[in-house]
């Protein structure tokens, strides 16, 4: 098993890595049968239009394609208020008999400070250049700490331990999609032009906490002064003024496209969908990890990748559907 592929936020399965069940274990999106009827009364409805993506501020990552800051046309579209939880992920397990990716390969990748000393004693396995990222067997979106934990303290949470993969399958069965990036952006800035954040320029405007992200020193001391170590639950803190919910921080969100440094500067600008192939998809909005020290990517325009069979404690999704 190879894990010494970093990537700055979260951690990625390598190509050499092998399902430990039969292939077929994993359910694939045509299998899941005929879409739901969406409820499209429960999810925001976001009006679309010109505004302005991406930044050239300097606490951004050029590397990342953060920038430069160009004008993008979005048509109209639905999305949900919040990531989808714990709870909403087990009704679509129990409908379907899903099996998400990190069930099939045995393990996940799960923060160190999370796992017990049972688990730990186990674990053989650490990330080489991000070794706060440990290999562990069992660990799954039910089970997000290892075999000895559960969710059932944690419903309302952001579900966690899914693939880009497993997000797709989900989306199918409820009869919505993924976010394009363009989308996902547009709909965080809330309204507002070139903010930092959802709600503004300062991170904690009058010494509130806005979002849940990392306090302390990183990796290994977190003063949760936020109120959370790890994931919160989905309706924690104001939402934006379009009226989503953890935009920033809690945990990273899957996009539709494959992920790319420039493509968002010379490909369309009319409801961009990404390039047409590629290695990694797009994840936004940053983690309960980030933190100023080291990951700073919890601000509206950072972006992060990951391959679409990874899975990670501080990665989930948040659906959208089209206006019609």
């Given at each position: 098993?190879?894990?010494?592929?970093?990537?700055c936020?979260?951690?990625?399965?390598?190509?050499?890595?092998?399902?430990s069940?039969h292939?077929?274990a994993?359910?694939?999106v045509?299998?899941?049968?005929?879409a739901?009827?969406?409820?499209?009364?429960?999810?925001?409805?976001?009006?679309?239009?010109?505004?302005?993506?991406?930044?050239?501020?300097?606490e951004?990552?050029?590397?990342?394609?953060?920038?430069?800051v160009?004008?993008?046309?979005?048509?109209?579209f639905?999305v949900?208020?919040?990531?989808?939880t714990?709870?909403?992920?087990n009704?679509?397990?129990?409908?379907?008999?899903?099996?998400?990716?990190?069930?099939?390969?045995?393990w996940?990748f799960?923060?160190?400070?999370f796992?017990?000393?049972?688990?730990?004693?186990?674990?053989q396995?650490?990330?080489?250049?991000?070794?706060?990222?440990?290999v562990?067997?069992?660990?799954?979106?039910?089970?997000?700490?290892?075999p000895?934990?559960?969710?059932?303290?944690?419903?309302?949470?952001?579900?966690?331990?899914?693939?880009?993969?497993?997000?797709?399958?989900?989306?199918?069965?409820?009869?919505?999609?993924?976010l394009?990036?363009?989308e996902?952006?547009?709909?965080?800035?809330?309204?507002?032009?070139?903010?930092?954040?959802?709600?503004?320029?300062e991170?904690?405007?009058?010494?509130k906490?806005?979002?849940?992200?990392?306090q302390?020193?990183?990796?290994?001391?977190?003063?949760?002064?936020?109120?959370?170590a790890?994931?919160?639950?989905?309706?924690?803190?104001?939402?934006?003024?379009?009226?989503l919910?953890?935009?920033?921080?809690?945990?990273?969100?899957?996009?539709?496209?494959?992920?790319?440094?420039?493509y968002?500067v010379?490909?369309?600008?009319?409801?961009?969908v990404?390039?047409?192939s590629?290695?990694t998809?797009?994840?936004?909005?940053?983690?309960y990890?980030?933190?100023?020290s080291?990951?700073?990517?919890?601000?509206?325009?950072?972006?992060s990748k990951?391959?679409?069979?990874?899975?990670?404690?501080n990665?989930g999704?948040?659906?959208?559907?089209?206006?019609?």
């Amino acid at each position: 098993m190879e894990t010494n592929k970093p990537t700055c936020c979260s951690a990625s399965r390598a190509s050499s890595d092998q399902p430990s069940a039969h292939p077929e274990a994993i359910m694939s999106v045509e299998t899941l049968g005929t879409a739901r009827q969406i409820d499209k009364d429960g999810m925001i409805f976001i009006p679309g239009g010109k505004f302005l993506m991406g930044t050239d501020d300097r606490e951004g990552f050029p590397a990342d394609g953060e920038g430069p800051v160009r004008e993008i046309n979005i048509k109209p579209f639905y999305v949900d208020a919040c990531a989808v939880t714990n709870a909403e992920f087990n009704q679509f397990v129990d409908a379907t008999n899903y099996q998400t990716e990190a069930e099939s390969f045995g393990w996940s990748f799960v923060f160190h400070l999370f796992v017990s000393e049972a688990t730990a004693a186990q674990v053989q396995n650490k990330v080489q250049q991000t070794p706060w990222w440990w290999v562990v067997e069992g660990a799954d979106w039910l089970h997000p700490e290892g075999p000895d934990s559960h969710v059932e303290d944690r419903w309302d949470h952001p579900v966690i331990h899914v693939s880009w993969s497993d997000a797709m399958a989900y989306c199918k069965w409820a009869g919505k999609r993924l976010l394009t990036e363009a989308e996902w952006e547009f709909a965080a800035r809330g309204g507002l032009t070139q903010k930092r954040y959802p709600w503004g320029d300062e991170l904690k405007p009058g010494g509130k906490h806005m979002c849940n992200i990392w306090q302390g020193k990183f990796p290994d001391k977190n003063n949760q002064s936020d109120g959370y170590a790890g994931t919160a639950p989905v309706k924690a803190f104001e939402p934006n003024a379009f009226g989503l919910y953890n935009v920033a921080g809690n945990v990273w969100e899957w996009c539709s496209d494959w992920f790319s440094p420039n493509y968002h500067v010379k490909g369309s600008k009319d409801n961009p969908v990404g390039p047409p192939s590629g290695d990694t998809r797009v994840l936004r909005g940053g983690s309960y990890l980030c933190h100023r020290s080291y990951c700073n990517r919890y601000r509206v325009a950072a972006r992060s990748k990951n391959t679409p069979d990874s899975s990670t404690g501080n990665i989930g999704f948040r659906c959208a559907a089209d206006a019609k």
